[in-house]
């Protein structure tokens, strides 16, 4: 009776071992996608020419945490889809709102790239007391300061929502990236930029 006790007990444990390491493979391969489709929607952000008032050149400011997403802040950008020319596979804001319900460090999203990196003690001391910045606190021009949240898949893990939100001089803005996977690449299917006043 014991020994079978023992291997009932070592059989279980087996099983832990196995998810536990599962889990921690899906987790990297999610953190990978992760980064892949944030990069793509960055790069293409970067080069549009409708996302300021009055600058468009510079790197993105990314601010050091996540964005807490609830469902009464996100009602107005990612709801009322049908009217929309970027439109969002129903269950995705859902799942977004569940992914970002608590904050997290963006550079666990960001490859390094010349084009954007997250912002130092410095820089948030400059754009939170100049809303017109033009300088990061290394010089560097800004194009915008923004806020990541984690993306989103489809359940058959050939889409994905970038969502994050932005400055536009003094006031806010938000970008929603929808993205398609084909032969084993990412790529921009449609974006959406949302200007507040």
Same mark, same amino acid.
């Not at 070592?10 to 892949?36: C, H, K, P, Q, W």
């Not at 952000?45 to 996302?51: C, G």
């Not at 970027?86 to 709102?97: A, D, E, H, R, T």
């Not at 050939?158 to 929808?178: E, K, P, Q, T």
């Given at each position: ?7 009932v007990v070592r059989g279980l444990f087996a099983t832990f071992v196995s998810f536990v390491l599962m ?13 892949? +489709? ?35 802040? +996100? ?12 439109? #969002? ?80 001089? #003094? ?27």
């Amino acid at each position: 009776m014991l020994s079978q006790y023992r291997s009932v007990v070592r059989g279980l444990f087996a099983t832990f071992v196995s998810f536990v390491l599962m889990e921690n493979a899906f987790a990297a391969i999610n953190m990978t996608a992760d980064m892949a +489709v944030t990069k793509l929607a960055l790069s293409d952000f970067t080069k549009r020419t409708d996302t300021m008032a009055w600058r468009e050149d510079g790197i993105l400011l990314v601010a050091p945490q996540l964005s807490v997403l609830t469902r009464e802040n +996100v009602s107005a950008i990612l709801y009322g889809n049908s009217d929309r020319s970027c439109k #969002i596979p129903s269950g995705m804001v859902g799942n977004l709102i569940r992914r970002n319900s608590a904050t997290g460090q963006a550079e666990d999203l960001l490859e390094k790239d010349s084009r954007w990196r997250v912002m130092d003690s410095a820089d948030i001391a400059i754009t939170e007391s100049d809303r017109f910045y033009a300088k990061s606190a290394k010089g560097e021009k800004i194009k915008t300061v923004l806020r990541l949240t984690r993306p989103v898949y489809s359940i058959t893990g050939d889409r994905a929502l970038v969502h994050f939100s932005f400055r536009w001089g #003094i006031h806010s803005a938000d970008a929603n990236y929808m993205l398609r996977k084909e032969v084993g690449l990412w790529k921009v299917d449609c974006s959406e930029l949302f200007h507040y006043p």
